[in-house]
T-cell receptor, first 114, second 113 residues
């Protein structure tokens, strides 16, 4: 049973550039949430996608956007990168049938902005 | 602002001892609580979920929930060096925020051989 997979695992970008991160949810899951984890902090919720729509959003600027595809996979896009965007980006999948009761994380994408 | 508070540690225990990790949360309406384990440089791994007051045991792990005190804890019995990691407490939003997990900053646990 394939778990949550993310790509790429590591990425280095320059300030002002744009980046796209990808996530495939666990088999049987239909919902994808994205989190940002800065060093020494807990993950912070960016947004959640269900039925190809942004269902809920955390306190992140519009530079952060996303998309969900019919196969439930998802992308996170970040425009006009800032040094402060350097973090571990985590994708979590869950299933509406359980009330999104448990979320499972992918291995993460380590983004470094220089 | 909904908050989850954890002692950042580090918490150091000898091998074979009981490690006790604590968490408090601010939103009295919260219903679902989770413990994740995160090894250095890795992603969080779900180890326990708890929804009702009382204790829930799974192997060497016991989660305890007291909604009246807004307090969640995780006990690890017979601690092993492989348990050395950061433990994240997470609380799930409800109503319109059901998809949102609110995390504490984590407690770093070190188990000494």
């Amino acid at each position: 049973d394939a778990g949550v997979t993310q790509s790429p695992t590591h990425l280095i970008k320059t300030r002002g550039q744009q980046v796209t991160l990808r996530c495939s949810p666990k088999s049987g899951h239909d919902t994808v949430s994205w989190y940002q984890q800065a060093l020494g902090q807990g993950p912070q919720f960016i947004f959640q996608y269900y039925e190809e729509e942004e269902r809920q959003r955390g306190n992140f600027p519009d530079r952060f956007s996303g998309h969900q595809f019919p196969n439930y996979s998802s992308e996170l896009n970040v425009n006009a990168l800032l040094l402060g965007d350097s973090a571990l980006y985590l994708c979590a999948s869950s299933y509406v049938g359980t009330g999104w009761s448990e979320a499972f994380f992918g291995q993460g994408t380590r983004l470094t902005v220089v | 602002q909904k908050e989850v508070e954890q002692n950042s540690g580090p918490l150091s225990v000898p091998e074979g001892a009981i490690a006790s990790l604590n968490c408090t949360y601010s939103d009295r309406g919260s219903q679902s609580f989770f413990w994740y384990r995160q090894y250095s440089g890795k992603s969080p791994e779900l180890i326990m979920s708890i929804y009702s007051n009382g204790d829930k045991e799974d192997g060497r792990f016991t989660a305890q929930l007291n909604k009246a005190s807004q307090y969640v804890s995780l006990l690890i019995r017979d601690s092993q060096p492989s348990d050395s990691a950061t433990y994240l407490c997470a609380v799930k939003g409800y109503g319109g925020s059901q998809g949102n997990l609110i995390f504490g900053k984590g407690t770093k646990l070190s188990v000494k051989p």
